[in-house]
């Protein structure tokens, strides 16, 4: 009985030991690894930064104010689906001409439309319900420009003037994303006090005159879409 006894214990003995064999295995490195200190992950490059401020009211002024120190350019060439319109800018109201040169640089005109046609009197631009246009105005900034409307000139047939931005405010502040061209034969001075004049078609009327024939609805908006395919600076 003593030896079976003994037999017993040492088959325990054994069992417990074969137990403990998978546990040693299991902790040991894995086969085909590389035991060394990991590299860093390479840190991904910083998006560069972009070489134009993001404008506001705080800081439009004082930008566009360097801007036309060195941004001498005044005429530019706005192509539409009717031919091209040449205009310049005036030299005297030095903001709205730096923020229009500012833009046409910037491509911010590109792809939008003479959205808004009312018969024998106006043209506008600038605009489109075009959700990209609205991503590109929210990259240059949101801003409007103060009037300048003491200069002298009048709202002549062929005058480009700024309108006020669509918030209504007691002092005319203008949307610098917009323009507008008269067409109307004598013109419309008794809008001089009101908006700023900042330039004036020197060819092209004659486009001026088919995009203002064009078929309208109730809004004033064309029934076929008018666009603006590049405004670009001419010599």
């Not at 669509?166 to 009101?194: H, M, T, V």
Request: proline share 5%.
């Amino acid at each position: 009985m003593r030896f079976h006894h003994v037999i017993i214990i040492l088959l325990i003995l054994w069992n417990c030991e074969d137990k403990q064999t998978p546990k040693q295995t299991d902790s040991s490195v894995p086969k085909d690894t590389i035991a060394e200190t990991p590299k860093a992950t390479p840190k991904k490059n910083p998006e560069p930064q972009s070489e134009y401020p993001l404008l506001t009211d705080n800081n439009a002024m004082e930008y566009f104010l360097e801007y036309e120190k060195v941004h001498k350019e005044n005429k530019v060439r706005i192509t539409t689906d009717f031919g091209t319109i040449d205009i310049l800018l005036y030299d005297k109201t030095k903001f709205h001409r730096a923020n229009f040169i500012y833009l046409t640089k910037r491509k911010y005109f590109d792809g939008t439309q003479f959205y808004r046609v009312v018969k024998n009197f106006v043209i506008q631009g600038g605009s489109s319900d075009d959700y990209n246009i609205a991503k590109r105005r929210r990259k240059i900034g949101k801003y409007l420009l103060p009037p300048d409307t003491k200069r002298g000139y009048t709202h002549k047939r062929g005058a480009v003037s700024m309108p006020s931005s669509e918030i209504e405010n007691a002092y005319k502040l203008a949307s610098p994303f917009q323009f507008f061209i008269i067409n109307r034969i004598g013109g419309a001075d008794y809008l001089d006090k009101d908006y700023t004049v900042f330039g004036e078609v020197i060819r092209g009327m004659d486009v001026v005159d088919k995009i203002n024939a064009v078929d309208t609805d109730e809004g004033e908006w064309p029934l076929q879409n008018v666009y603006i395919r590049k405004v670009e600076i001419i010599k």
